[in-house]
């Protein structure tokens, strides 16, 4: 997220597509009534202040870490198994 510049109240989003078959079915123009913004994923938040507009901002930065953090913990277990440096040997159990 990034506060205008010339605009210290607005927050700019661009806020990307979770499922990726999404972006097939866009292609296709199922989605041909929906605005330019839902599309692509940008928008613009306005606040009543700057001081709010930055503590949104604050607690957008948060939550993505927190959510990066999280994945990054589930999927640490399935990177390690499939580490080529961590490969063992089936009968013995050393590394090849």
């Known amino acids: 997220p990034t506060i205008d510049e010339d605009h210290p109240t607005w927050l ?3 806020i990307r597509e979770f499922d990726p078959r999404s972006k097939a079915r866009k292609s296709r123009g199922c989605n041909l009534h929906v605005s330019n913004s839902a599309l692509d994923g940008r928008w613009t938040l306005g606040f009543p ?3 709010g507009c ?3 901002r604050l ?4 939550e993505t870490y927190k959510q990066r953090s999280f994945i990054k913990s589930l999927l640490a277990p399935l ?3 499939n580490d080529p440096g961590n490969l063992c040997n089936e009968q013995d ?3 090849l």
């Open 12 to 14: 700019h989003l661009w």
């Open 49 to 51: 202040s700057a001081k």
């Open 54 to 56: 930055e503590i949104a």
């Open 59 to 62: 607690l957008i930065l948060e």
């Open 79 to 81: 990177l390690q198994k």
């Open 93 to 95: 159990g050393r590394k």
